[in-house]
Nanobody, 115 residues
Framework: QVQLVESGGGLVQAGGSLTLSCAASVAISSIYLIAWYRQTPGKQRELVATISSGNIPNYIDSVKGRFTISRDNAKNTVTLQMDTLKPDDTAVYYC?????????WGQGTQVTVSS
């Protein structure tokens, strides 16, 4: 059973930066795809960024050029670097991992961007 633990959320002013980390209980090299999602109250969870086992990143349009996803296989960690944050980025951010056995989610970390 894969466990994912997010950290790094917090309160930041608009234009600021935060770095989210997703730590896995297994070697992330065995996880095909790792993704960051976010969710605000009353809305569906939204995919933000993904990174494949081949280190190919993808982003939704609203965060392109501001967010960077990366994976460190040695530390079994995936990081989401968030720069030039906007109030619309306020949400609970979740890490999701997919391997041959299934999907796994972390518990989420709150990101709040004040205007």
């Amino acid at each position: 059973q894969v466990q994912l633990v997010e950290s790094g959320g917090g309160l930041v002013q608009a234009g600021g930066s935060l770095t989210l980390s997703c730590a896995a209980s297994v070697a992330i090299s065995s996880i095909y795809l790792i993704a960051w999602y976010r969710q605000t109250p009353g809305k569906q969870r939204e995919l933000v960024a993904t990174i494949s086992s081949g280190n190919i990143p993808n982003y939704i349009d609203s965060v392109k050029g501001r967010f960077t996803i990366s994976r460190d296989n040695a530390k079994n960690t995936v990081t989401l670097q968030m720069d030039t944050l906007k109030p619309d980025d306020t949400a609970v951010y979740y890490c999701r991992g997919t391997d041959r056995a299934g999907d796994y989610w972390g518990q989420g970390t709150q990101v709040t961007v004040s205007s």
